[in-house]
Each structure stands twice: as C-alpha cells, then as structure tokens.
C-alpha cells in the first residue's frame, strides 16, 4: 500500500534562509511569488541526502551512470522517447542553459524568438550577447495561452535564429497538444531555427486526460534542432540543490552548449544525490502532490472568478496561476496587492503589466486566506 504524504502540513521556513520567505520577513504578506513550493520533499529524497552527508568527504564528484540509466528509462517510459545517454548534459540550473545557446549559437544582432510572456530570467539571456529579441504574440484559444504559429508563420525568422520555447508554459499553465507541437516543429524546421525548449514543469500536469510531450521527441528531424531543458527543481522542491540537464541530440549543438566547469561548474554532489533519489523514488510522491495542486487549482479557479475584477483561466499544469487584474484599473497591482498582505509575483515581470502570477505550492489554508485578502481587497475598491 502506497503511503500517503501530507501536503496540508504548515512548515515553518522563516529561519531556513529561503529567498521567498525572506522577502516579507516582519511584514503581514503571505509569499506567493517565486517558484518553489512549501511541500516537505519526498521521504526518500531526504534519506538520500542524509546518508551522502553522512559520508565525511565532500570531493569532486562525477555523475553516476545509475542517473543517466534512470533519465534514459523516464523518456522511454513517460514519453516513447529513446536517447542516449551522451545526450544529456548535467547543468546547474535551467537558466543558465539559455545563456549558453546564446553564447553558442548567438551573434551580434541577432534576433531570439520568444514567448511574448515569458519567465524574466530568459528574456534577459539574448542582452548579455548583444542579441536582440523578437517577442512571439500569445494567443488566448478556448481560455488557453499559447503563442500564437500564425504570427510565427507570417513572420518568419531568419535562418539559423535562436528560438525559446516553454511547455508547460510558464505563466498560464497551457499543455502544448500534439498538433501544436507538429506545427511549430514544422515552423521550426522550415524556418531553419535551434530550439530550446524549457520543460522543466513537465511532471506538474494537473489533469488526468492530458499529458506532456516533449518537442524532440516527435521526430528525428525536430530532435536535431532541440535543446530540450527539464530538471527534478520544480517538481520535487530541490532548486536549492542547483541539478538540472539539456537533452541535446546534436552532437555539434550539444558540444558547443558545454563549457569549462570554470565557468559553469558541475552540478554538486547533493543535487546529485537528489535528483538520482527523486527519479528512482519519486513518482508516487508527485502523483499525490499533482492531485494536492490540482485541488488547490481549482478552489482558486473558483473563487478568483468570482471576485470582480478579476479572471483567472482553466490552469493545465504547473502550481502557477495568471490572474487577470487588468479589469480593476490598477496603477501598481503589486503594490495594492502587497498591502492587501498578498505577495504575487508582478505581470510586468513576465510581459504583461495586467496580470499577477499567484504561486499555489502550499498547505490549502494559506491559499483560501490569500484569497480571502484579496477579496476584501477588491470588494474595497468596488
């Protein structure tokens, strides 16, 4: 019988150094903001960890074939997706894979296609290398939010761009469908284009008829065009261990994305331990967190709708809602929001000055008294 895990459980992380936490410290606002969740990690994970700082000596370490073995058997089993394992590539974090296809596909002036909402941190990557960027129109189909291949079609890029890429997208929560995918893999391959597919929320799938996909895996050819980005940070509350990896079919793309460990290091040895402990352990773990989040969505769907003012679409996947504030006239929506004794993170952010991204990774009751804070909030200024 499998154990049941308690996401209801309220822990304290005020005195863990924890960058959301730390934000309001001493101030009466509830941290719904950056993307990590206030769920205790899988039993499995912290003994992992245990018994590898149990052992007295913290080297260099070298990543274990037993990892590579276990991401090579998750492509296959979630996906049908058969890689090798040369094609992974141990990272820090995801973000800094951005940085680095700019750096290795990039050249002055060039232009990255990107989300027009889109995860601040690599939006910014194609500035470093004087790179330009050429937003992707979102397009809101049956209260999904998507970018928009019409646009993309009309406005092709020139041969050999950089284009970003987010599925599950983040904000908004849209699962790609296979025939999206089709078409921008077509896109991509007709317009001669490197993609670099963040799919870090690819476990976090809310709803049981859906499921992901990842790009590469569609076909040969896409694949070959592909940097596609995941990590076990999200999914099982590790960002603070730095362990993420780039699938890169392409031996030529795949040496030029890796570096010298003096500028990138390796990824340490506890986001190791972590991340082999999560993949071989991990699922059922998830499995109860996605149905936790899913029940979390849709209270919040509920009840931020029926707040004036505000919208909030179906969300498909991720702990991350979009609201639509943009109906109350707001001049700072973070502002009105942070006295209201919320903190989201600010729409202008991610593209999108209209909207706030609301974090819902947490025990319910913190979600129902947010909501309650900003309902009273709203109904104020009504």
């Known amino acids: 019988m499998a154990p049941i895990f308690d996401f209801d459980q309220e822990i304290d992380r005020g005195d863990s150094d924890s960058v959301k936490w730390a934000k309001y410290r001493g101030r009466d606002i509830l941290p719904m903001w950056v993307a990590d969740t206030d769920f205790a990690v899988a039993p499995q994970i912290q003994h992992a960890l245990q018994q590898r700082a149990a052992h007295p000596v913290y080297g260099y370490t070298l990543v274990r074939k037993q990892l590579l073995a276990l991401l090579v058997a998750r492509m296959q089993r979630l996906y049908q997706w058969e890689i090798d394992p040369s094609w992974i590539v141990m990272l820090p974090n995801v973000i800094t894979s951005f940085y680095l296809a700019c750096r290795a596909r990039g050249k002055v002036g060039d232009a990255v296609y990107q989300p027009q909402v889109i995860y601040p941190p690599f939006a910014k990557s194609p500035e470093f290398y004087d790179m330009t960027t050429q937003p992707v129109p979102m397009r809101d189909s049956e209260r999904r939010m998507t970018i928009d291949l019409d646009w993309l079609e009309q406005n092709p890029a020139r041969p050999g761009q950089l284009m970003f890429f987010c599925n599950p997208q983040n904000p908004g929560g849209a699962v790609y469908r296979r025939h999206e995918l089709l078409r921008l893999a077509d896109l991509v391959e007709r317009q001669d284009l490197i993609l670099v597919s963040d799919e870090v929320h690819c476990d976090l799938i809310l709803d049981a008829d859906k499921s992901h996909l990842p790009i590469a895996s569609l076909n040969p050819q896409i694949e070959q065009r592909c940097i596609t980005l995941m990590a076990p940070s999200k999914t099982f509350n590790l960002a603070g261990l730095g362990c993420a990896f780039a699938i890169i079919a392409n031996a030529s793309l795949r040496r030029q994305m ?67 504030v943009s109906a109350l006239g707001l001049e700072d929506p973070p502002g009105f929001f942070e006295a209201a004794g919320v903190g989201m993170s600010p729409g202008r952010d991610f593209g999108d000055p209209g909207y706030m991204r609301f974090n819902f990774g947490c025990p319910r009751s913190r979600v129902v008294e947010a909501v309650d804070r900003i309902r009273a909030a709203v109904e104020s200024i009504a």
């Not at 890796?258 to 993949?279: Q, R, T, W």
């Not at 969300?315 to 639509?324: R, S």
Request: glycine share 4%.
């Open 258 to 324: 890796k570096v010298d460990p003096f500028i990138v290091p390796h990824v340490n040895l506890m986001g190791l331990a972590a991340a082999e402990a999560a993949y071989e352990y991990g699922d059922e773990w998830n499995r109860q967190q996605c149905a936790y989040l899913a029940a979390n969505r849709d209270y919040l769907v509920t009840e931020i709708n029926s707040i004036p003012g505000l919208r909030l679409d179906p969300i498909e996947a991720t702990y991350l809602a979009w609201v639509d």
